[in-house]
């Protein structure tokens, strides 16, 4: 996530980073969030189906320096505190970053959903 963002700023220096996401990160010394997480899957996800629940955990000392203009995010957050508080999961064509660490035995439909996207993939290249 950090690094597709614009920046990440530790102590007093900033450095760039790849600006997939137009997001600029700030490194503090206690941790920003810690714990088991539980999202909900919105109309932005690109691999999951809308209303699709998923389970994971976060632990992150960093946290977006201004949460105003985020991008559309894919999930919506049901435990945990994610980018902003009440979501996760930034989305740029097929790219998805979040805070949230998947656990794919708590989200079974994770694996189909990756090979789906993967096959898609494969499908339009052969079709180009």
Not at 58 to 82: Q, T
Request: aromatic share 10%.
């Amino acid at each position: 996530l950090i690094y597709l963002g614009r920046s990440l700023r530790v102590n007093e220096k900033t450095y760039p980073m790849t600006s997939v996401f137009p997001v600029d990160f700030v490194l503090e010394q206690r941790p920003q969030a810690h714990g088991y997480t539980v999202l909900e899957a919105g109309s932005q996800s690109p691999f999951l189906d809308k209303g699709v629940s998923i389970r994971g955990h976060e632990f992150h000392y960093s946290r977006v320096m201004s949460l105003d203009d985020l991008p559309p995010m894919a999930y919506h957050m049901n435990r945990g505190k994610g980018i902003n508080g009440v979501a996760d999961g930034l989305v740029y064509k097929n790219v998805l970053a979040c805070y949230t660490h998947l656990h794919a035995l708590g989200t079974p439909e994770w694996a189909e959903a990756m090979v789906k996207k993967a096959r898609e993939y494969r499908r339009k290249k052969q079709d180009a």
